[in-house]
């Protein structure tokens, strides 16, 4: 089983940049299409951004399209988003996900394996 840690959030104020990264644990993650979803207090977690294995495809949500970027360094067994422009409603706890081989890319129920998150906090 691919164990996954995600670590760089922290309390920011609104258009402030954070960069979170994402560590696999085995040689799967290399070969896998990642994602990163969120979760706010009371709400479902929702998509954010995936990468296939090579980075030649990317997908965005629309609250992500033009502020945050995801990568990988396959080398480095590491998945990246960078933030830019935060907003409030950008606070949330942040997971990277494993997608399985099959399906779409955007929901929750495509992906195995998650990590335990990092929570991100925005401030006016």
């Known amino acids: 089983q691919e164990q996954l840690v995600e670590s760089g959030g922290g309390l920011v104020q609104a258009g402030d940049s954070l960069r979170l990264s994402c560590v696999g644990s085995r040689r799967t993650f290399n070969s896998s299409s990642l994602g990163w979803f969120r979760q706010a207090p009371g709400k479902e977690r929702e998509f954010i951004a995936a990468?296939?294995?090579?980075?030649?495809?990317?997908y965005y949500s629309d609250s992500a399209k033009g502020r945050f970027t995801i990568s990988r360094d396959n080398n480095k067994n590491t998945l990246y988003l960078q933030m830019d422009r935060l907003t409030p409603e950008d606070t949330a706890n942040y997971y990277c996900?494993?997608?399985?081989?099959?399906?779409?890319?955007?929901?929750?129920?495509?992906?195995?394996?998650w990590g335990q998150g990092t929570q991100v906090t925005v401030s006016l």
């Open positions: 996900a494993v997608k399985s081989l099959s399906g779409g890319w955007y929901n929750t129920r495509q992906y195995l394996y």
């Open positions: 990468i296939d294995p090579s980075s030649s495809k990317t």
